[in-house]
């Protein structure tokens, strides 16, 4: 039973760039959350959506920050214009259903020239 | 907001002792806690959780306390093993129905053969 799968591992983007980070979450799970973490940090919440519905996005920055879980295919993390201080792992959580264990990925990990 | 703090950054403990790790959270309403181990380059990986309305649970070598009179948390591994290594994060969900976490800043655990 395959985990949470991130891609890419890496991602290396040039500031005023577009990163874009993709999660497919374990099978059955219709649930995603994103985090991200600083170096020596705990994760901090950025956004949660089902299918097609975006549930709770208060932690994520208002410009530049855009996530989507469609009907078909991975959720996506979208950052426009990428800035250094978005240089950060990111990570992708899935759950079944709310009220579960949050199970996560490994993170892509964005580094910022 | 919730805040969550632990106790200690790091700690050391010999190879076949236990392990005590603890958490201290602010927000009275806050009624699921997960545990979470992360190696280094890997993401969060779910060891145990505990909800309000009990105040222990046990895993295999691990047991969670809750005490939520003073809103603390812990997780006793028992006869730790090289394996073991790694940073421990509490994380906690401010009230029911609310699925974003907040993590602590994690205590970085070392086993000493």
């Known amino acids: 039973n395959a985990g949470v799968m991130q891609n890419p591992r890496h991602l290396v983007r040039r500031r005023g760039q577009e990163a874009r980070l993709r999660c497919s979450p374990m099978?059955?799970?219709?649930?995603v959350y994103w985090y991200r973490q600083l170096p020596e940090e705990g994760l901090k919440f950025m956004v949660y959506l089902q299918k097609e519905n975006i549930i709770d996005e208060s932690g994520m920055p208002k410009e530049r920050f855009s996530a989507e879980f469609p009907k078909e295919g991975p959720s996506i993390l979208r950052i426009q214009q990428v800035v250094r201080g978005d240089s950060a792992a990111y990570f992708c959580?899935?759950?079944?259903?709310?009220?579960?264990?949050?199970?996560f990925g490994d993170g892509t990990r964005l580094s910022i020239l | 907001g919730e805040s969550v703090g632990l106790h200690l950054p790091t700690l050391s403990v010999q190879e076949g002792d236990n392990s005590i790790i603890n958490c201290a959270y602010s927000n009275s309403a806050s009624d699921y806690f997960i545990w979470y181990k992360q190696e280094s380059g890997k993401g969060p990986q779910f060891i145990i959780d505990?909800?309000?309305?009990?105040d222990k649970r046990q895993g295999q070598r691990v047991t969670v306390l809750l005490n939520k009179t003073v809103k603390h948390l812990s997780l006793q591994i028992a006869a730790t093993q090289p394996g073991d290594s790694a940073v421990y994060f509490c994380?906690?969900?401010?009230?029911?129905?609310?699925?974003?976490?907040?993590f602590g800043t994690g205590t970085r655990l070392t086993i000493i053969p």
């Open positions: 505990i909800r309000s309305n009990m």
């Open positions: 959580a899935s759950s079944p259903f709310g009220d579960q264990p949050q199970h």
């Open positions: 099978k059955g799970h219709s649930h």
């Open positions: 994380a906690v969900r401010p009230n029911f129905g609310n699925e974003k976490l907040t």
